[in-house]
């Protein structure tokens, strides 16, 4: 029987592997047009900033 899904001769038992291929190749240009580039860095931002007031009214409390 022929293999009619894999005719180079590479043959992948699952067939996961060239979905997964596939999928990276895609991948960065899937990224590239629908993030943007401050999305990710903003959240950090506002991460820190809770993160101190979170410290600062534990401090106040406990010394107050």
Excluded: Y
Aim: hydrophobic share 50%; glycine share 12%; charged share 10%.
């Amino acid at each position: 029987m022929a293999d009619t899904h894999n005719p180079q001769g590479n043959h992948d038992p699952a067939g996961s592997t060239q979905m997964f291929r596939a999928f990276v190749d895609e991948a960065p240009q899937a990224r590239q047009s629908g993030a943007s580039g401050g999305g990710p860095r903003i959240g950090l931002i506002l991460g820190v900033i809770v993160a101190v007031a979170v410290v600062a009214a534990v401090a106040w409390l406990a010394l107050k």
